[in-house]
T-cell receptor
Framework: AQSVAQPEDQVNVAEGNPLTVKCTYSVSGNPYLFWYVQYPNRGLQFLLKYITGDNLVKGSYGFEAEFNKSQTSFHLKKPSALVSDSALYFCAVRDPHASGGSYIPTFGRGTSLIVHP | GAGVSQSPSNKVTEKGKDVELRCDPISGHTALYWYRQRLGQGLEFLIYFQGNSAPDKSGLPSDRFSAERTGESVSTLTIQRTQQEDSAVYLC??????????????????FGEGSWLTVV
């Protein structure tokens, strides 16, 4: 079975400071990992994904995420936060080796990022 | 179209009525998903369609919920005899066909703006 956890309901950071939104996962093999962002009253927008290769993945809006297999983590990072980054962030995992070749990703509960001016 | 299109964007209905929510996937996408997001909650998987294969209905919460999709086109999610706990955002997503290699866009799903359902 695949699962994902976002241990923080909310992250607060001052504008200009680096930000980290945490995500840990559980799958039987090598995971496919995704980050999405949801702005108020909108759908989810794809930010970035890790499939294989370089552990540091770069995505939209200056975000990046680091895959750490030993810690089963895929934390989202940005070197300098903007007020406009304030939104809900979702981590998702899919196990490509699941029985039957499941293409259904499991999403975390979401982390609310608040960037203060 | 350029993205996943959902309608209606907002729906207020009385308890006990039936509602239909529509999803128009990105052209050429073979897979389609429905998820539910209750206020302040994460995403709850409902149903998955892949081409002409039998859908994965494992996430439907009760027999009041059903969904259809004809081929690789529009999907309709139907909720019968709505209850107040059905109030949520219903999100549709679509995905391209699995491509060659791990980096193909077939791994990424793309969401619509959602249908906001309120049952009063």
């Amino acid at each position: 079975a695949q699962s994902v956890a976002q241990p923080e309901d909310q992250v607060n950071v001052a504008e200009g400071n680096p930000l980290t939104v945490k995500c840990t996962y559980s799958v039987s093999g090598n995971p496919y990992l995704f980050w999405y962002v949801q702005y108020p009253n909108r759908g989810l927008q794809f930010l970035l994904k890790y499939i294989t290769g370089d552990n540091l993945v770069k995505g939209s809006y200056g975000f990046e995420a680091e895959f750490n297999k030993s810690q089963t983590s895929f934390h989202l990072k940005k070197p300098s936060a903007l007020v406009s980054d304030s939104a809900l962030y979702f981590c998702a995992v899919r196990d490509p080796h699941a029985s039957g070749g499941s293409y259904i990703p499991t999403f975390g509960r979401g982390t609310s990022l608040i960037v203060h001016p | 179209g350029a993205g996943v299109s959902q309608s209606p964007s907002n729906k207020v209905t009385e308890k006990g009525k039936d509602v239909e929510l529509r999803c128009d996937p990105i052209s050429g996408h073979t897979a389609l998903y429905w998820y539910r997001q209750r206020l302040g909650q994460g995403l709850e998987f409902l149903i998955y369609f892949q081409g002409n294969s039998a859908p994965d209905k494992s996430g439907l919460p009760s027999d009041r919920f059903s969904a259809e999709r004809t081929g690789e086109s529009v999907s309709t999610l139907t909720i019968q005899r709505t209850q107040q706990e059905d109030s949520a955002v219903y999100l549709c997503a679509s995905r391209p066909a699995p491509g060659q290699g791990a980096f193909s866009s077939g791994n990424t799903i793309y969401f619509g703006e959602g249908s906001w359902l309120t049952v009063v």
